[in-house]
């Protein structure tokens, strides 16, 4: 792995390690980026580099916006969906950049992402 997305990796579980809810004694958003970070390398072990940051980032930071702030309707669900897709698209993108990654990169992320 190279330095770059070591550092986007590290940034991205940093912002996940604040979520306060836990599991095994681990935050949960946390240990979700790395399952998804290790299913995605069994089933596609040549990922592109934007497809291993967004399996990474999709749920950066994800109980800052609970289901519970919509209506429990199909519509409020996918208002809730829209809104995190935005959400953490941007969160990652922030911290992407902070990582060193230009624009391309960060646009195709947080289209992976959305």
Same mark, same amino acid.
């Given at each position: 792995?190279?330095?770059?997305?070591?550092?986007?990796?590290?940034?991205?579980?940093?912002?996940? !390690?604040?979520? %306060?809810? +836990?599991?095994? $004694?681990?935050?949960?958003?946390?240990? *979700?980026?790395? &399952?998804?970070?290790?299913?995605?390398?069994?089933?596609?072990?040549?990922?592109?580099? %934007?497809?291993?940051?967004?399996?990474?980032? +999709?749920?950066?930071? &994800?109980? !800052?916006?609970?289901?519970?702030?919509?209506?429990? !309707?199909?519509? $409020? *669900?996918?208002?809730? &969906?829209?809104?995190?897709?935005?959400?953490?698209? +941007?969160?990652?993108?922030?911290?992407?950049?902070?990582?060193? *990654?230009?624009?391309?990169?960060?646009?195709?992320? $947080?289209?992976?992402?959305?």
């Amino acid at each position: 792995m190279d330095d770059r997305l070591q550092r986007a990796f590290e940034l991205l579980d940093a912002a996940n !390690t604040e979520d %306060p809810r +836990q599991q095994d $004694g681990q935050p949960v958003e946390l240990l *979700y980026a790395q &399952r998804m970070t290790d299913w995605l390398g069994r089933l596609y072990p040549d990922a592109s580099e %934007p497809l291993r940051l967004a399996a990474r980032a +999709q749920h950066i930071r &994800r109980w !800052t916006i609970p289901r519970g702030r919509y209506p429990m !309707t199909r519509a $409020g *669900y996918l208002q809730w &969906r829209t809104e995190l897709g935005r959400f953490h698209a +941007q969160t990652a993108g922030r911290l992407l950049s902070e990582a060193g *990654y230009d624009d391309a990169i960060i646009k195709r992320v $947080g289209a992976l992402i959305r």
